[in-house]
């Protein structure tokens, strides 16, 4: 059964740091793009971040670059993502998804349009 499972979540103050982690069961993260993506009540949905399969390519939010950072282990077959300096603007359900991630600033069109699984995702929380 192929699965995502996101895991990290939680409730941070201002200015705290967490890390999401989006594990797969099943299959071989090595041979997908992986995304992450978040939804707050009220809010559409916002692409925050997507790692290419080799790990060469990555996209960025602009709300979020410079605090956010992607990354992968293939030995562990999990994607990051990390987040510093978190605002009350970022709680959200946030998502792991695969897909294919390519560089541009419409990335996150191409992406959504070609999810093939994502997970149930993980709750964060930025408030004092």
């Known amino acids: 059964q192929l699965q995502l499972v996101e895991s990290g979540g939680g409730l941070v103050q201002p200015g705290g740091s967490l890390r999401l982690s989006c594990a797969a069961s099943g299959f071989n993260l090595d041979y997908y793009g992986i995304g992450w993506f978040r939804q707050a009540p009220g809010r559409e949905r916002e692409g925050v971040s997507c790692?290419?399969?080799?790990?060469?390519?990555?996209n960025y939010a602009d709300s979020v670059k410079g605090r956010f950072t992607i990354s992968r282990d293939s030995a562990k077959n999990t994607v990051y993502l990390q987040m510093n300096s978190l605002k009350p603007e970022d709680t959200a359900h946030y998502y792991c998804?695969?897909?294919?991630?390519?560089?541009?600033?419409?990335?996150?069109?191409?992406?959504?349009?070609?999810?093939?699984?994502w997970g149930k995702g993980a709750l964060v929380t930025v408030s004092s």
């Open positions: 790692i290419s399969s080799s790990g060469d390519t990555t």
């Open positions: 998804a695969t897909g294919r991630c390519v560089y541009g600033s419409n990335w996150w069109n191409s992406f959504y349009y070609g999810m093939d699984y």
